[in-house]
């Protein structure tokens, strides 16, 4: 997609959060502070035909614009208590545990799994890698964005989401979740690039994951967004598909986990835009009702184009 492209299709999407929200919201409350959606208590999202929201019609910011209906999806249900955090998974005996303490500071936690991980020869993704790609983003993080795994920038680069679907992303966080990208934390569940971009396979899955529980412990993110089938899909433990996964959010060691299309599947498959708006109004309300802080509007596609 050209850049041009890529910031049109940008300010829709946008444009389009910002109308459904409004028009959902009458205009008056723009968050809901009431009712929380509710947590289902079923993780793995497992094959049951209730448990699937059935997917949105229409994505046209008209129709959106036109047709009041609450999507099903995103329908705010009668509160649920959640649970209190607890630590993320314990790391596999199989290995060193990082340095520093669960009292260390978020900073201090996330240098000793990087000091851990240091020029990881674990797994056969090492033999072509040119960086290991640990994440970027902020200690303090409150949502934290978990892919699949480096691409070609990334791998050239060091550091997450940094191609075209990362452009994506970036815009996403920062125009319609509305924090800078270096607010959040992004990672991926392996460090290291596969080759041609094929899925991690089980073995670097259960040699690199445990980084991952390690990043999470140490973040104690509010909100953890899983980005795409890979990840949700080995985050949630599940082979249900994207498609019923997505759209609602899942109990996740007492936090809140919304998994969404991933912004490379977005690119190329445009008209899905609206489900990664639903998507990430769960993830906005989750981060409000956690925090108690409240997140400017989504930008207008106006706003947003002219960014
Ligand atoms: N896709 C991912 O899943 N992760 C990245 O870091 C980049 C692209």
Not at 191 to 213: G, H, I, M, Y
Not at 237 to 248: A, M
Not at 262 to 270: E, G, I, K
Request: hydrophobic residues 35%; aromatic residues 4%; negative net charge.
């Amino acid at each position: 997609m050209s850049e041009l492209g890529l910031h049109d299709e940008l300010a829709a999407i946008v444009g389009d959060l910002r109308t459904w929200i409004a028009v959902q919201q009458g205009d008056c409350a723009r968050v809901p502070r009431g009712p929380a959606p509710e947590l289902r208590s079923d993780p793995a999202g497992t094959e049951g035909g209730a448990e699937h929201t059935p997917p949105v019609e229409s994505s046209s910011l008209v129709s959106a614009e036109v047709r009041p209906e609450v999507p099903e999806a995103v329908e705010a249900k009668p509160a649920a208590p959640t649970p209190e955090p607890e630590e993320f998974p314990p790391v596999p005996e199989t290995r060193t545990p990082s340095a520093a303490p669960a009292s260390s500071s978020p900073a201090d936690r996330l240098l000793a799994v990087l000091d851990d991980i240091g020029d990881c020869t674990r797994c056969k993704l090492h033999e072509q890698r040119t960086h290991v790609v640990f994440g970027s983003g902020s200690p303090e993080a409150d949502i934290v964005f978990v892919g699949e795994g480096p691409g070609y920038n990334e791998d050239q680069q060091g550091e997450p989401f940094v191609g075209k679907a990362g452009e994506l992303l970036t815009a996403i966080i920062e125009n319609v979740i509305r924090l800078s990208r270096s607010e959040v934390y992004i990672c991926n569940v392996v460090k290291c690039r596969p080759p041609n971009n094929r899925d991690p396979e089980p073995d670097e899955v259960a040699t690199c994951s445990p980084f991952l529980w390690e990043q999470l412990g140490a973040l104690q993110p509010k909100v953890v967004v899983g980005l795409g089938r890979f990840a949700v899909q080995t985050l949630l433990e599940t082979d249900s598909s994207i498609g019923r996964l997505r759209g609602r959010v899942h109990p996740f060691r007492g936090i809140a986990f919304v998994p969404t299309y991933h912004p490379a599947y977005l690119l190329r498959n445009p008209s899905d835009k609206r489900k990664v708006l639903e998507d990430m109004k769960l993830v906005r309300m989750e981060y409000e009702r956690a925090t108690g802080r409240a997140l400017p509007e989504p930008l207008t596609r106006k706003e947003a184009s002219s960014r």
